[in-house]
């Protein structure tokens, strides 16, 4: 099984930068489909980016597009979820989440482990 730990979340202004980080250990998941979904309070889970561990395709949400980038080291089995120009609208806990690859990319549920997510808070 796949386990999934996320960190670099915090406080930041609007305009600022973070890097969230997600450490993935476990069975083998070069072939597993990678995501970043976010929830702010009492809205649904959506997806923000999402990429396969293997290869360069990487697809975005609309509303991110041109500000946050996913990217993953492969030495480092880490994920990464950069994020510039951030936005009050950003304001949410941010998951990471790994799919064997069946189902729509955008979709929460085609992923079948998730970490336990890390908060972000962009202040206006």
């Known amino acids: 099984q796949v386990q999934l730990v996320e960190s670099g979340g915090g406080l930041v202004q609007a305009g600022g930068s973070l890097r969230l980080s997600c450490a993935v250990s476990g069975r083998t998941f070069s072939d597993y489909r990678m995501g970043w979904f976010r929830q702010a309070p009492g809205k649904e889970r959506e997806f923000v980016a999402g990429r396969r561990w293997i290869g360069d395709n990487r697809v975005y949400a609309d509303s991110v597009k041109g500000r946050f980038t996913i990217s993953r080291d492969n030495s480092k089995n880490t994920l990464y979820l950069q994020m510039n120009s951030l936005k009050p609208e950003d304001t949410a806990v941010y998951y990471c989440?790994?799919?064997?690859?069946?189902?729509?990319?955008?979709?929460?549920?085609?992923?079948?482990?998730w970490g336990q997510g890390t908060q972000v808070t962009v202040s206006s």
């Open positions: 989440a790994a799919s064997p690859g069946v189902g729509p990319v955008m979709s929460a549920p085609s992923y079948t482990v």
